[in-house]
C-alpha cells in the first residue's frame, strides 16, 4: 500500500468490520494517519453493541464474515433506519457481486486486493456526500414516542391525556429525524440539515434552542420522569425512547 496522505475530514469517524485482523491493523494505521477515528469490529454482534451508543460518518464492511454475511447485516442496518454511507470490501469482485452488494445497500463496492490510495479516495468521496444522506420521512407516518402521539404532518404532539400540543415545521422536522434513528448520537451540523436551516451550526446555537423546546414540549406531554432528548457528550444529541410507527386510520 502507498503512504497515506492527509484528508480534508480529519476527526471523521470511520468504522470498519472485517474478520481479518492483519488488515484491521493496518487499516487502523492508515485511516489514523488520515486523522480519521477509527473502530474496528470482527462481526456484527460488536456492531451491534457499538451503534447502540454512537455512529460512523462511513462504515467499510466486509462482505464475507464469519456467521452472518456483510449483505445480510447491511440488509438489517438498512432495515433499522441507519444511513449512513457502506463501503463494502470483497475478495467477491464480478460485476454481478459488485450489483449485488450496491443492491443490499452499499453506496460504494472495492474488490481486494486494493490500492490504498483508491480506498481513500472512494472514502473521501463517500465522506462528502454523507451529509446529504439525511433520511426522508414519508408525510403520512406518525410516531408513538413511548407514551406521546406525535403527527408530523399536523405539526402535533399529543399527550396520554389527550392534549395536544403544537409545533413549528423546524421542530417537526427536527423530531422526525430523531424518531427514524432512536438511541443513534447525532451532530449538531447534521441535525441542523434535518430542520432545513443553513446556519454554521459550530458557531450558533439555535439547534439547541430547538431541542431545548422540543424537551419542554415533551415533558409536558409524556409521563414519568428523564428526558427523552439527551446530550451526548463530544457528539450531540440522540432520542432516548421507545419510537413505533403508528398504523394508519
Given at each position: 500500500m502507498s503512504p497515506a496522505?492527509?484528508?480534508?475530514?480529519?476527526?471523521?469517524?470511520?468504522w470498519v468490520v472485517d474478520d481479518d485482523r492483519e488488515l484491521l491493523a493496518l487499516l487502523e494505521e492508515r485511516f489514523g494517519s488520515c486523522g480519521w477515528q477509527t473502530r474496528s469490529f470482527?462481526?456484527?454482534?460488536?456492531?451491534?453493541?457499538?451503534?447502540?451508543?454512537?455512529?460512523?460518518?462511513?462504515l467499510v464492511l466486509d462482505r464475507l464474515l464469519p456467521g452472518q454475511s456483510g449483505t445480510h447485516?447491511?440488509?438489517?442496518?438498512?432495515?433499522?433506519?441507519?444511513?449512513f454511507p457502506v463501503l463494502?470490501?470483497?475478495a467477491l469482485g464480478t460485476a454481478d457481486e459488485r450489483i449485488e452488494g450496491l443492491e443490499t445497500g452499499a453506496d460504494?463496492?472495492?474488490?481486494?486486493?486494493?490500492?490504498?490510495?483508491?480506498l481513500q479516495l472512494r472514502l473521501e468521496r463517500l465522506l462528502d456526500y454523507r451529509r446529504e444522506l439525511t433520511p426522508q420521512r414519508p408525510p403520512e407516518q406518525i410516531f408513538r414516542i413511548n407514551s406521546v402521539l406525535f403527527d408530523p404532518g399536523r405539526l402535533e404532539l399529543?399527550?396520554?391525556s389527550g392534549a395536544v400540543s403544537?409545533?413549528?415545521?423546524?421542530?417537526?422536522?427536527?423530531?422526525?429525524?430523531?424518531c427514524l434513528s432512536p438511541g443513534i448520537a447525532f451532530e449538531r451540523e447534521q441535525l441542523c440539515q434535518a430542520?432545513?436551516?443553513?446556519?454554521?451550526?459550530?458557531?450558533?446555537?439555535?439547534?439547541?434552542?430547538?431541542?431545548?423546546?422540543?424537551?419542554?414540549?415533551?415533558?409536558?406531554?409524556?409521563?414519568?420522569?428523564?428526558?427523552?432528548i439527551e446530550a451526548v457528550r463530544g457528539r450531540g444529541y440522540r432520542l432516548n425512547a421507545e419510537v413505533q410507527i403508528e398504523p394508519q386510520a
Open positions: 496522505t492527509a484528508s480534508s475530514h480529519t476527526a471523521a469517524r470511520v470482527e462481526d456484527g454482534a460488536a456492531l451491534d453493541e457499538a451503534l447502540s451508543q454512537d455512529m460512523p460518518h462511513v447485516l447491511l440488509e438489517r442496518l438498512r432495515r433499522q433506519g441507519h444511513r463494502m470490501l470483497s460504494d463496492y472495492l474488490a481486494k486486493p486494493f490500492l490504498w490510495r483508491e399529543q399527550g396520554p403544537n409545533l413549528s415545521r423546524g421542530d417537526a422536522s427536527l423530531l422526525s429525524f430523531f430542520t432545513g436551516s443553513l446556519v454554521d451550526a459550530q458557531n450558533s446555537r439555535s439547534i439547541d434552542v430547538r431541542i431545548s423546546k422540543l424537551r419542554k414540549l415533551l415533558n409536558s406531554c409524556k409521563r414519568g420522569s428523564g428526558r427523552m
